[in-house]
């Protein structure tokens, strides 16, 4: 059993010496099938009394493609991972803002596959779904506020704490033995995992998330960000 999950893991990925996992051709392969199953699956789950329309898809996969380039543009680099980017994760609480949390959380996990086809950091499966699919598709949830005054707002704060809560317990369980002589404003986090991960991940998403907050609140951009709405819904 031990030579043939080996096998299969030589044939998905192969380990670097830090311990890290890079994809093989197979590994990004099986991703992308991956990806496009999560897409059926969302339809099929999500849209059992209205599949998605031609229009929700096509502006879907819009600002999925606006959010993995903007995801590249980085405003900082944390050492150990995450990053301070030029919005994002709005693109993608976007979506779920037109369409409501179905639509929105088929979007957040297959945009969590991109980010893990174009820049993975792998050290274990269960770290890989929960800083990837877990923590990617939590942006999703700011569809719960679709229909509510504010919503954009509400939902993007809403899928944040989502993200922050996976990246922090990520963090703990995964990365916990970084804390070790780890000193940030004057404080050293040497064993204490809890208070590192949420100090590290902290600092990047709640930056970018108050810089989003800022932009997004200067009349035009509003105003822009409205009429984008009524066109992803057809009603401009």
Known sequence: EAVKGGFFMSLFANVGVDGTYSLTVWGYTALVI???????????????KRAFSAREISFAAMAIALGTVASMIKIFNM???????????????????????????????????????????????????????????????????SRSKNGLIKGYI??????????????????????????????????????????????YLFTEAVITLLIIAIPPVRKGLIRIREMALGEA
Do not use: K
């Open 34 to 48: 991956a990806l496009i199953a999560i897409l059926l699956l969302g339809n099929l789950l999500f849209g059992r």
């Open 158 to 203: 809403l899928a944040v704490l989502g993200r922050y809560f996976f990246a922090v317990l990520s963090g703990v369980i995964f990365f916990g033995v970084y804390a070790e002589g780890v000193s940030f404003a004057g404080h050293d986090f040497s064993g204490q995992p809890l208070l590192y991960s949420l100090s590290y991940n902290g600092l």
């Open 79 to 145: 050492p150990m991972g995450g990053s301070v980017t030029l919005l994002s994760m709005l693109f993608i609480v976007l979506v779920g803002n037109w369409y409501g949390i179905g639509m929105g959380l088929s979007a957040a996990f297959a945009y969590g596959i991109l980010q893990l086809l174009l820049g993975p950091y792998i050290i274990s499966l269960p770290q890989m779904i929960c800083d990837y699919i877990l923590a990617f598709g939590a942006l999703g949830l700011s569809g719960l506020f």
